[in-house]
């Protein structure tokens, strides 16, 4: 009987997801010459795509990569290592919190790659090639635990790492983190939902412990919404398994109760040791301007239904870069472009939907009480390899989110005139709509990794069971028909008679006569070549078609031919698909040669870079004005392009290339913006279309001279011309310093001011007088900022009684128990007092004051407002002490630091002598930091106790 038992074909233990040791929680290293050569061949495919920037040669150049984050993380690793943790960065705006911008990604243990000593754009590319490489080990462990071989578990990883939507990731670090760390999440949380209610109780401590790290790694990294993403999918996987738990009478309700727990309990855990992430980030939250403004951006880069053809053809839609050949533009309805291609592999969508349609088939003839002959030929060497499992929800959950704007609204208008937005009913529009706090998030392109996944893991797992079954001639008879067919189609629209043709019947006379887009030219890319993009749409066909007949003959001579063969055939099919992946994706990484930039930075006639402040205790402070782009750019295209884009960024201070600079500004790009800079930008806006042109000019120089600025950066549409290294012509931005004369102190001293009351959210209405009353300064062009009072936000309105200030504008209010006029009145500068009603601070105890500490002494013979040019987000903290100099200096005295004119902040004093200090102290940063380091250092000890594992 035991000897029958042993001979009946059963799936192997290890190849179960439910039957995993636990001490195999985590992936383990596996032994033989097949698995290093594999593994070798994916860091060779990431070094092959990356290898200039890792030498340092180049430094990526596309997208925010380029003119975002590094800058960025330059700036931030020069804070840390000179002043320690950073804490305030006072270069964008009027000062932002640092750790409240979740993509610093401060706490993110591998961010402080950045304090190595190597060039910045190294470490750029380090930190790319090192999440890459995370997001591959975590899919092959992933796909194994899925019940995958280990070639179909390489061929799942590589087809997830070096796919479009994934590899294009480079361009926006904190999303390529996120999309890193998915597939760990997803198996990790399913894994304790599918834990027995016997296992140990310090074995399910463990687990938890080391799901919860996953869990906190997008939160540190800077893509919460991805944690919030795998959330959302483990819920629905629960809620199914709830379901058939009730339906099938052989399990119990009370054994989902083991189930859910140990994933609360890491989730919590998850939630501790990120904390002071999370609390920075929800208390700059309520400054910004996504809390209060329209749902417009919430639904940018959303994935139109045409774009999912890449997945068959790579460059279907047209590419974007470095000549512009984005096709699908044409259409009325496209979208901004988050991935340029979708493209996973002909082969790796082939596996995925006969996936599909192979269990479609097997459900219905289940349903029908037939017997279907393909689970005959395929005996199943695994639970999930032939029938359905969790990760086949993946693919139709993330599609389906990333449609976003194309909800059912959309598809009823493209029918009918109905009234619903577009998004209206759609997936997306429902989490936003009904999800408590998803309204925070955008862009549904992010849920692009969820789908690529899915399609690995099933391709994959297909994969596995057709190299192990047999021989299917038909079907892969078939692979090579449609591998033909394509080739043909590719080889035909190689003849320019036939490129004519279709561009100038299908494009221009049939479908697109009254096109709005006609005559379509990107800023940066130049005009839309319509000629060259049906021309690569030949080349896109002759790919795919080669790569499909090569895997159809692949599969015509490995499988089929037993286990071993099998597995091999696996193998040659995963080497292809690497193949296949790096020659689609290399015109993708766009870089910029960092010689050639420095060449061009010695050759500036005058560098903006070394512009020099007007104070030696205040940075440069500029508003950013003129065109994005030169007028040329957007007339040609260039295969030089990249470099002059991103040269032009860097030797112009765009983007947030001020910041290693030290130059301030006020209108910078942020991953947050306040939302009073956004109001006060657009009502300043709407007052200046309401003057007359001529006048436009010096309404802006007024409002200018009153934030304390000390220059334009201003941006010519034209370009200058200049040689790249080859000889060749360039023609760079136009970027030049205009300095302002006679600004606003960065410190004052004031003694009249106006008492309000604090305010919400603000409109123009709120802006009106003072800009009004600023751009009426013109006629005080001695003292331009005197006309106009700063006012004070008090809660209530009043004076507190126990600060002795007499110099309030409106007296009779103050006597009327505080309540401020309906309106703050601008009026001509008046002091009764005799003194200057506004006095330049110039005696600053620091020799240069730091970013979030300031410390300076004053003497007035009157009481007043002491203002600074910095944001008050809720936690700068001020104090002083008497400097008489008749006795010894008293105690320190707490001040209350008040917004002042909304966008700066200031502190009431008595008149006499005194010394000031402000300094940034986050209410929450001591007790989250506690709480974080308990809770490590125990999970250090549990992980470290033989006792618990």
Request: charged letters at 15%; proline letters at 7%; hydrophobic letters at 45%.
């Amino acid at each position: 009987m035991m000897q029958k038992t042993r001979n009946l074909p059963r799936p192997a233990a290890s190849m179960r997801s439910d039957s995993i040791p636990h001490s195999k929680f985590l992936p383990t290293g596996e032994r033989g010459t097949w698995s290093a050569w594999g593994w070798l061949a994916l860091i060779g495919g990431i070094c092959w795509l990356f290898g200039s920037v890792l030498i340092g040669e180049d430094r990526l150049a596309f997208r925010d990569v380029g003119h975002f984050y590094q800058p960025l993380y330059e700036y931030l690793s020069q804070q840390a290592i000179s002043n320690g943790l950073p804490l305030w960065n006072p270069l964008d705006h009027s000062g932002i919190p640092v750790l409240g911008e979740t993509t610093t990604a401060m706490f993110y243990p591998l961010r402080w790659l950045f304090l190595l000593p190597w060039p910045t754009s190294v470490a750029m590319g380090v930190y790319v090639a090192l999440h890459l490489v995370i997001a591959a080990y975590g899919t092959y462990w992933s796909a194994k635990r899925a019940s995958c071989h280990s070639a179909a578990a390489f061929f799942a990883s590589i087809a997830y790492t070096f796919s479009c939507p994934i590899l294009f990731l480079h361009t926006n670090p904190p999303f390529l983190v996120g999309a890193a760390w998915l597939p760990w999440m997803l198996t990790a949380g399913v894994a304790l939902l599918e834990h027995s209610a016997t296992t140990q109780r310090r074995q399910r401590l463990r687990q938890t412990i080391l799901t919860g790290y996953l869990f906190a790694m997008p939160v540190l990294g800077g893509d919460p919404q991805t944690a919030v993403h795998v959330g959302i999918l483990l819920g629905i996987i629960f809620a199914g398994k709830v379901i058939r738990y009730a339906i099938d009478s052989h399990h119990h309700r009370q054994t989902l109760r083991p189930r859910i727990v140990p994933l609360a309990l890491a989730i919590l855990f998850a939630i501790g040791i990120a904390l002071p992430q999370i609390a920075a980030s929800l208390d700059w939250a309520a400054h910004s301007a996504r809390r209060h403004g329209d749902q417009i951006d919430i639904y940018a880069y959303s994935v139109a239904p045409w774009h999912w053809l890449d997945l068959w053809v790579p460059f279907a839609n047209g590419q974007l870069f470095p000549q512009y050949q984005r096709i699908s533009h044409l259409i009325p309805s496209d979208m901004q472009v988050w991935s340029i291609s979708l493209y996973c592999g002909i082969g790796t969508i082939s596996l995925c939907l006969w996936r599909y349609l192979h269990l479609l088939r097997k459900t219905i003839c289940t349903l029908f009480r037939r017997q279907t002959s393909l689970q005959s030929s395929f005996p199943s060497t695994g639970p999930t390899q032939t029938n359905w499992s969790w990760w086949d929800l993946l693919l139709p959950v993330g599609a389906s989110m990333t449609a976003g704007h194309f909800g059912v609204g959309w598809w009823l208008q493209q029918v009918t005139e109905s009234p619903l937005p577009s998004p209206a009913y759609g997936p997306y529009w429902m989490l936003v709509e009904w999800f408590p706090g998803y309204d925070a998030f955008r862009y549904p392109a992010k849920w692009l990794p969820v789908a690529v996944l899915g399609i690995a893991i099933t391709a994959g797992l297909r994969l596995s069971a057709v190299s192990q079954a047999p021989r299917r001639r038909r079907t892969w008879q078939f692979g090579l028909i449609l591998s033909c067919s394509l080739l043909l189609i590719g080889c035909v629209g190689q003849f320019a008679g036939c490129q004519d043709w279709l561009l100038a019947k299908v494009i221009w006379t049939s479908n697109f006569p009254e096109h709005p887009n006609h005559g379509l030219a990107d800023s940066y890319w130049g005009p839309l070549n319509l000629k060259q993009s049906i021309a690569n749409w030949s080349y896109s066909f002759l790919h795919a078609g080669t790569v499909l007949g090569l895997g159809s003959l692949t599969a015509l001579r490995w499988f089929g031919s037993g286990e071993k063969r099998g597995g091999w055939g696996a193998g040659v099919a995963a080497g292809l698909l690497l193949v296949d992946l790096v020659l689609i994706n290399s015109p993708l990484i766009a870089v910029v040669n960092r010689s050639q930039v420095e060449a061009w930075k010695e050759a500036q006639a005058e560098p903006i870079a070394v512009i020099e402040s007007p104070s030696e205790k205040f940075p440069v402070a500029a508003l950013r004005t003129g065109a994005l782009a030169p007028t040329i750019w957007s007339e040609r295209s260039g295969r030089g392009r990249i470099a002059e884009v991103a040269a032009s960024e860097e030797l112009g201070l765009q983007g947030r290339w001020h910041l290693p600079h030290g130059v301030r500004v006020w209108n910078s790009a942020t991953s947050i913006t306040p939302d009073r800079h956004q109001s006060f930008a657009i009502a300043a806006q709407n007052a200046a279309n309401q003057v007359p042109q001529n006048d436009q000019s010096v309404l802006w120089h007024s409002l200018a001279k009153h934030w304390s600025l000390t220059g334009y950066l201003h941006t010519s549409a034209d370009s200058y011309p200049t040689k790249f290294q080859s000889d060749a012509q360039a023609r760079l931005l136009s970027t030049k310093w205009i300095p302002i004369d006679s600004p606003k102190p960065a410190v004052y001293w004031s003694t009249k001011f106006q008492v309000s009351e604090v305010q919400g959210r603000l409109n123009h209405r709120n802006w009106q007088p003072l800009i009004e009353a600023v751009y009426g300064a013109t006629n005080h062009p001695e003292s331009p900022y005197l006309s106009w009072q700063p006012f004070v936000e008090i809660p209530g309105g009043a004076i507190p009684s126990g600060i002795p200030i007499t110099n309030a504008t409106d007296e009779a209010t103050r006597e009327n128990g505080g309540q401020q006029a309906n309106r703050l009145a601008a009026s001509e500068p008046h002091n009764s007092s005799g003194t200057e009603p506004l006095q330049k601070i110039q005696n600053f105890l620091d020799p240069k004051p730091s970013d979030r500490k300031l410390a300076l002494q004053l003497t007035t013979a009157d009481s007043g407002l002491l203002v600074r040019s910095t944001f008050q987000d809720g936690n700068w903290q001020a104090r002083y002490r008497s400097q008489d100099a008749s006795s010894q200096p008293d105690a320190w005295k707490e001040a209350t630091v008040y917004p002042v004119d909304y966008l700066h902040q200031g502190i009431l004093l008595p008149s006499g002598s005194w010394e000031v200090e402000f300094w940034y102290s986050p209410w929450w940063l001591t007790p989250a930091l506690g709480i974080a380091i308990v809770l490590l250092l125990g999970s250090v000890i549990v992980l470290r106790d033989p006792q618990h594992g």
